[in-house]
């Protein structure tokens, strides 16, 4: 989770102490990041163990406020065993102006995200976000935070970080392309194809987890 931290501070998907990201340890624990500490950082005594309440078990840190975001996710999906919460500028600046990246014109941002879509806007560390977001839980893998950010989650830490990862680069590659020309559309006869590759891919999550 540390290194992790790292690796987003040095792709300039957070800033300061922006971010939070858990995992499921076992059933009742999920290892969390603590509040205001920059997530280039970290050292593992800084991180929490906390249960499904959000009551911490383990650590002398206090977890993000957005704690309640991660567990909403959690109670929505069983499969999901990791969250990350970023603020990835070509993503969040879809979010800004509240539209989804097109679909359709990026075979990986097929495969791996069923739809972006941009959540409604709520206010950071509340139980409203938290319920915002999980509606689409089982659904896809990642969304946009209207004004906010964006969330990817997967079956493990390594996962939900790497779609966090594709999420940013789907969304800079779209957005450059539209200064370049009309992005063209992936050939409607191939979609069933990449449909059918990309439900592969996901289901092998969940039999992996």
């Known amino acids: 989770m540390c290194d992790i931290g790292r690796r987003a501070t040095l792709r300039e998907l957070v800033a300061g102490t922006e971010g939070n990201f858990s995992a499921r340890l076992d059933s009742d624990r999920i290892l969390?990041?603590?509040?205001?500490?920059?997530?280039?950082?970290?050292?593992?005594?800084?991180?929490c163990v906390i249960d499904e309440a959000g009551a911490v078990i383990e650590g002398?840190?206090?977890?993000?406020s957005e704690i309640r975001l991660h567990l909403a996710i959690y109670r929505a999906c069983a499969d999901i065993g990791a969250v990350v919460h970023t603020h990835p500028p070509y993503a969040t600046a879809y979010a800004i102006v509240?539209?989804?990246?097109?679909?359709g014109v990026l075979q990986e941002a097929d495969i791996f995200f069923p739809t972006?879509?941009?959540?409604?806007?709520?206010?950071?560390g509340t139980d409203a976000l938290g319920?915002?977001?999980?509606?689409?839980?089982?659904?896809?893998n990642a969304v946009l935070l209207s004004n906010h950010g964006a969330v990817s989650w997967g079956p493990d830490l390594e996962t939900a970080y790497a779609l966090t990862e594709m999420l940013e680069a789907f969304c800079r590659a779209t957005h450059l392309a539209r200064q370049i020309g009309s992005p063209q559309s992936i050939p409607p006869e191939k979609r069933p194809e990449l449909d059918a590759l990309g439900q592969r891919i996901r289901a092998s999550w969940k039999r992996n987890r």
């Open 131 to 140: 319920a915002a977001v999980a509606r689409f839980a089982a659904e896809t």
């Open 60 to 64: 002398l840190s206090r977890p993000s």
């Open 32 to 47: 969390c990041t603590p509040t205001f500490r920059p997530k280039g950082v970290l050292r593992p005594d800084e991180l």
């Open 116 to 124: 972006i879509p941009v959540v409604d806007y709520e206010t950071t």
């Open 98 to 103: 509240g539209e989804s990246p097109p679909t």
